[in-house]
């Protein structure tokens, strides 16, 4: 008898240590991440590299697009220009802190100038987004787009997004 409650407490006592060890293992939090440089080294050259990865942007973006071949659909309603929802969707893209990108190409240039191009699927659209280094911040900064193969220089007065990842650890 001594020896069942003995092996009966033993096994309590090891189904509280796993239920605190598994406790313990879910209450690291998944965060958003900003990509540093550490991050970039210990992934670029290992088998759990770079393209494994989903990406994100730091903030919302809209990306108005330029586009004269696009005849623009609009009545005037009230005093008011109304632009068509066709219309609108084709003149401009918006990418939400949701959306994952994926890794398109890392340019390893010489050291500060290294660019990460991140494409996105979205709005029937490849939306690639360049990032580049930012050697005092210790990020990667929005800087380019592309959209369906065509070039746009991104500026914001309130700063544009930066590179990010979902992880458990922030390496900072």
């Known amino acids: ?20 060890s598994q406790e313990r293992g ?25 393209s ?10 809209t990306i108005v697009i330029r586009d004269d071949s696009i005849e623009p659909s609009y009545q005037i309603n009230n005093g008011n220009l ?18 994952a990108g994926r890794l398109h190409v890392f340019h390893d240039k010489p050291a500060g100038n290294e660019i990460i191009e991140i494409i996105f699927t979205l709005q029937n659209r490849f939306v690639t987004l360049k990032f580049a280094r930012n050697v005092h911040q210790d990020c990667f900064d929005l800087f380019s787009a592309i959209i369906n193969g065509k070039p746009y220089n991104l ?18």
């Open 1 to 20: 008898m001594k020896n069942r409650s003995l092996i009966f407490i033993a096994f309590l006592c090891f189904l509280a240590v796993s239920a605190f």
């Open 26 to 50: 879910t209450t690291r939090q998944i965060n958003r991440v900003s990509v540093n440089w550490e991050i970039v080294n210990l992934l670029k050259n290992s088998e759990n590299n770079l």
């Open 52 to 61: 494994q990865l989903f990406f994100f942007i730091s903030s919302p973006l």
């Open 82 to 99: 109304l632009f068509s929802e066709q219309y609108l969707d084709l003149m401009r893209v918006d990418l939400t802190v949701n959306h």
């Open 155 to 172: 500026s914001s007065e309130t700063g544009l997004p930066k590179l990010m990842i979902i992880s458990n650890f922030d390496l900072r």
